[in-house]
């Protein structure tokens, strides 16, 4: 009977000087830093309590530049609210302060979880929304590259290598290039679990259970979109896992304290979904966009370039001890989930991989995944395809640099980060242009609108507001949409302008653009065209709200005029407390109803 092998033998058995091992973490994070920093520049300089990063590209994109910003402005609305919510009540995280008075309201679009968790450091030491989103960006790609590096240094024992894969992961310009949505590329939780799931089979510490937990709790609380990438990608590297190192070190207790966050995690995030869709309340999105062949290739969305390209090619030619510095090899696992993320992204264009499979497995990953429904852009789960290939572009360069003498091997690996850099950055300061960059969208909503919302607090009112409009009527000849844009998008800029003020003020809002549209917000469109009617207002203080804010607007004035006339009356059941030339609100003063045997 032999003894199992020790745990040396999953060791790096490359020579590695210690300096390199213990410098390489802080030149990965150098060399990320920098161009990230460079990447922010313009919102730092304007104030990241007053600007957020938007692509400039963006102006091309005709009435499709408008959904975009209006989608920025319920992102950092709904990041910076969880952020506080995170700190405050985390029980009521799905509370959210849009769509009142509907309940679990953050279900009826993404929950942006991860992000929100990186906002709420920046969040609890200043408590601005635009800063706090604006760190949660930063953070969100600089730890993304920080994992690639942690995970490709640890297969190879190449530092050199890490920060290669690192810099095609970060700045992999689809995802680098929509900071609005950034969220839905966040694939670092995944990359965590791989890192951490071979350490913990191999060596069996509990270090690498805890983080293998963490990574995997990530990843379910960054979007729909990686986190079915990351379970396409994940099955089949379990399945390698167990053959390769069976359960020799890792512990039942070890395991189960994976599960046992996993569950949590998943239990916190999927349950009010779960009770929506229960109620018939997340309808099946009729618009779905799929990842067509062509986006692969050079001229496609999805096109990772030839230098990644050719280092992954170069990692798939090599044998496992010419590319790897660990016993086992990865690869072969990372390529079925990479062609089961191609075919599930591709959905009904999936023939050219698997004879159309790709809209069944679909069609049943709605049906296994709650919420998944309320997404519409399944060609973003081809994020998976991108860390294969960004994890085999460092596995290649780090077998590139094994093959000259040893002395070459450091000036060859500086050449090489260079040259990557070069082809992935495109630093200014060498005449290049890069591929993607920021420009400063001023957010923060004015001053005195701000102290319009603070105002109305004083009398000690902070319940939910009822904010008109509902209707998606057209402006007025004489009118203009005060947020900029098109007359025909001026309600869904004021319902998500709604949601961002949100976050100042903290009170819930009727303001509503999520994803779904909530049975409860439809009710409310019945009774906003008499809402001065004493039936009216009795029902609206029923469902709970304490403020009425009428935003003026020409098709509303019989509103504000009926508002303002039950005021005046002697026995008042709505109040004004403040208003200026663009709103006028009212507090509820519904007299408590009486019992009739009274």
Not at 237 to 256: D, K, N, P, S
Request: glycine share 8%; aromatic share 10%; proline share 8%.
């Amino acid at each position: 009977m032999t003894s199992d092998p020790p745990a040396t033998q999953e060791m790096e058995p490359l020579p590695s000087k210690p300096w390199t091992r213990r410098l390489g973490p802080l030149w990965a994070l150098a060399i990320l830093s920098a161009p990230l920093a460079w990447l922010f520049r313009e919102i730092w300089s304007h104030g990241a309590r007053l600007a957020v990063p938007l692509p400039p590209h963006t102006e091309g994109f005709g009435m499709m530049r408008e959904f975009i910003e209006n989608d920025q402005l319920f992102t950092v609305g709904v990041v910076a609210r969880n952020a506080a919510a995170l700190l405050r009540s985390p029980i009521d995280f799905f509370e959210a302060a849009h769509c009142f008075p509907a309940e679990n309201s953050l279900a009826f679009g993404e929950p942006m979880i991860t992000l929100s968790l990186l906002a709420a450091p920046a969040h609890l030491l200043t408590g601005d929304p635009l800063l706090s989103y604006n760190a949660a960006l930063f953070l969100q790609y600089l730890i993304a590259g920080m994992a690639m590096y942690l995970l490709v240094s640890d297969w190879t024992g190449s530092a050199a290598g890490g920060i290669i894969a690192s810099l095609f992961y970060v700045f992999y310009w689809p995802s680098l290039g929509d900071p609005v949505h950034s969220y839905t590329y966040d694939t670092t939780g995944v990359v965590l679990a791989l890192f951490f799931s071979r350490r913990l089979f191999a060596f069996g510490h509990w270090r690498d259970a805890a983080g293998l937990a963490a990574g995997i709790a990530l990843q379910i609380g960054a979007s729909f979109y990686p986190l079915i990438a990351a379970a396409l990608l994940g099955l089949p590297f379990a399945v390698w896992l167990l053959i390769r190192y069976r359960l020799r070190r890792v512990r039942a207790t070890q395991l189960a304290l994976v599960v046992a966050v996993a569950a949590s995690a998943a239990l916190f995030t999927f349950e009010p979904y779960l009770e929506l869709a229960a109620a018939g309340t997340l309808p099946y999105r009729t618009f779905q966009h799929f990842a067509k062949p062509g986006s692969y290739l050079p001229s496609g969305m999805l096109w990772p370039g030839w230098p990644c390209l050719a280092l992954a090619l170069t990692a798939l030619l090599g044998r496992g001890r010419q590319v790897l510095g660990i016993e086992a090899d990865p690869r072969p696992a990372l390529l079925i989930g990479a062609f089961a993320v191609a075919i599930l992204a591709a959905g009904p264009y999936s023939g050219w991989l698997l004879a159309g499979a790709g809209k069944q497995v679909y069609l049943f990953a709605l049906q296994m995944i709650p919420g998944l429904a309320v997404v519409r852009v399944p060609a973003r789960i081809s994020v998976g395809v991108q860390l294969v290939l960004c994890v085999l572009a460092g596995l290649g360069a780090a077998r590139l640099l094994r093959l000259p003498p040893r002395r070459f091997a450091p000036p060859l690996a500086v050449a090489l980060i260079l040259l990557v850099f070069c082809v992935t950055v495109q630093p200014p300061l060498l005449g290049m242009e890069p591929p993607t960059s920021y420009a400063p969208r001023k957010m923060r909503p004015p001053a005195k609108l701000l102290a319009f919302y603070a105002s109305l607090e004083s009398p000690g009112d902070a319940g939910p507001m009822l904010e008109l409009p509902f209707h998606r009527k057209l402006l007025g000849d004489n009118e203009v949409n005060p947020y900029g844009g098109p007359k025909r998008l001026w309600y869904f800029s004021e319902q998500a302008q709604q949601v961002l003020l949100a976050a100042y003020h903290g009170r819930r809002t009727s303001g509503c653009v999520a994803s779904v549209i909530p049975p409860e917000r439809e009710a409310l469109h019945e009774l906003e065209d008499r809402v001065w009617h004493r039936r009216v207002l009795r029902e609206l203080a029923r469902l709970g709200f304490t403020t009425i804010v009428v935003h003026h607007r020409s098709q509303h004035t019989a509103q504000l005029a009926g508002l303002q006339r039950e005021a005046r009356r002697v026995n008042p059941w709505v109040r004004r407390v403040g208003g200026d030339d663009y709103r006028t609100a009212f507090a509820l003063t519904v007299p408590a109803r009486r019992d009739r045997g009274s």
